[in-house]
């Protein structure tokens, strides 16, 4: 079936623009999550949903960045003003339960390059 | 929060080879450890995971060793091939509502044919 998709895969921005980046997660997965991941390091954790619900948000590095998931399936992760330091990859992953210790499913990630 | 360390950054090997990575944990509540394949451009990929009540798990060509006392878990690749070459990533999770993945920061695995 269908994994995880993201788009735009690639999207460069000037500084100070606003960007909205786009998952579509496996159907019927409850859980997503958004991590960042900075060239030649592991992802990090930025945001989880329960269905729409916004659990956590603990790891979003400041309040440019917001994330929303409205009917409980594609979820937008937007980052306003957009700086340098913003440029990293933008990984989507989603899993069919609610809990930990189960199988995270990425999709590809966007690109942001911030000029 | 958890934090985890992973050995080596980078790791070259003749095809046939065995190669071993290893990562250190933080948080001894942690029990999840799942490994993650990455190819250049392209999305990470579950190879391979293992849970605290398990202390090794096998798949073909590839283990995980997970010691809870130490706090430390490892990949093993045996009979090494071309295509394993990737970055490889382990991770750490709390499970139940500690949910999100703590990652290494990577380990490039070149195999040389």
């Known amino acids: 079936g269908a994994g995880v998709s993201q788009s735009p895969r690639y999207k460069v921005a000037k500084r100070g623009q606003d960007v909205a980046l786009r998952c579509d997660p496996i159907?019927?997965?409850?859980?997503l999550f958004w991590y960042q991941q900075a060239l030649g390091q592991g992802p990090e954790f930025l945001t989880y949903?329960?269905?729409?619900?916004?659990?956590?948000k603990s790891g979003l590095p400041s309040d440019r960045f917001f994330a929303e998931r409205p009917e409980g399936s594609v979820s937008t992760l937007k980052i306003q003003r957009t700086q340098q330091e913003d440029s990293a990859v933008y990984l989507c992953?989603?899993?069919?339960?609610?809990?930990?210790?189960?199988?995270?499913?990425f999709g590809p990630g966007t690109r942001l390059t911030v000029t | 929060g958890e934090n985890v360390e992973q050995h080596p950054s980078t790791l070259s090997v003749q095809e046939g080879d065995s190669a071993v990575i290893k990562c250190t944990y933080s948080?001894?509540?942690?029990?999840?450890f799942p490994w993650y394949k990455q190819e250049l451009g392209k999305r990470p990929q579950l190879i391979i995971d293992?849970?605290?009540?398990?202390g090794e798990k096998k798949d073909q060509r590839i283990a995980v060793t997970l010691n809870k006392t130490a706090k430390h878990f490892s990949l093993h690749i045996t009979e090494t091939q071309p295509e394993d070459s990737a970055v490889y990533f382990c991770?750490?999770?709390?499970?139940?509502?500690?949910?999100?993945?703590?990652f290494g920061k990577g380990t490039l695995l070149t195999v040389n044919p």
């Open positions: 992953a989603s899993s069919l339960v609610t809990l930990g210790g189960y199988e995270q499913y």
């Open positions: 948080d001894s509540a942690s029990n999840y």
């Open positions: 159907s019927g997965h409850v859980s």
């Open positions: 949903f329960q269905n729409e619900a916004q659990l956590d």
């Open positions: 991770a750490a999770s709390g499970g139940g509502s500690n949910y999100k993945l703590t």
């Open positions: 293992i849970r605290s009540n398990v």
